[in-house]
């Protein structure tokens, strides 16, 4: 857990996705996954991290656009004021930010630069220790 120094909002911590969890454990198909919980950040980031894997940066993109959107009304429902941390180390919020790291990489390979650095202040401003790869 990050102490929080400043003063500022305390980390947003989300809950367990555990159906979605358990399924891609079981190596479904990812892509049934997101069908299946439309709602899962972890599922959108998966197929999005497979798409990118297979070259297909478009449709990366646009699973990481699902899945970060996903992730943000899960922030919200779970207190996220818009700014603040979201901490790498809780498991549950892996998902959004797999997504986010995912929507970077993808905006910066489409040359949409602006998007790519939004999101690049975005990851630090959750937790600057999320891994980018």
Request: charged share 25%; hydrophobic share 40%.
């Amino acid at each position: 857990m990050m102490d929080n120094l400043l003063g500022g909002p305390a980390p947003t911590l989300l809950p367990e996705d555990t159906e979605a969890l358990l399924m891609l454990n079981s190596d479904a198909d990812p892509g049934v996954v997101a069908q299946k919980f439309p709602s899962s950040s972890l599922a959108w980031a998966v197929v999005s991290d497979q798409a990118w894997s297979e070259g297909r940066v478009l449709e990366s993109y646009a699973f990481a656009r699902v899945g970060y959107h996903r992730g943000l009304d899960s922030l919200r429902r779970n207190g996220w004021k818009g700014h603040g941390p979201v901490p790498w180390s809780h498991e549950p919020n892996r998902g959004f930010l797999r997504c986010l790291v995912a929507l970077g990489r993808a905006a910066q390979a489409i040359n949409e630069t602006d998007e790519a650095v939004r999101i690049e202040a975005f990851i630090d401003e959750c937790d600057p220790g999320i891994p980018r790869s």
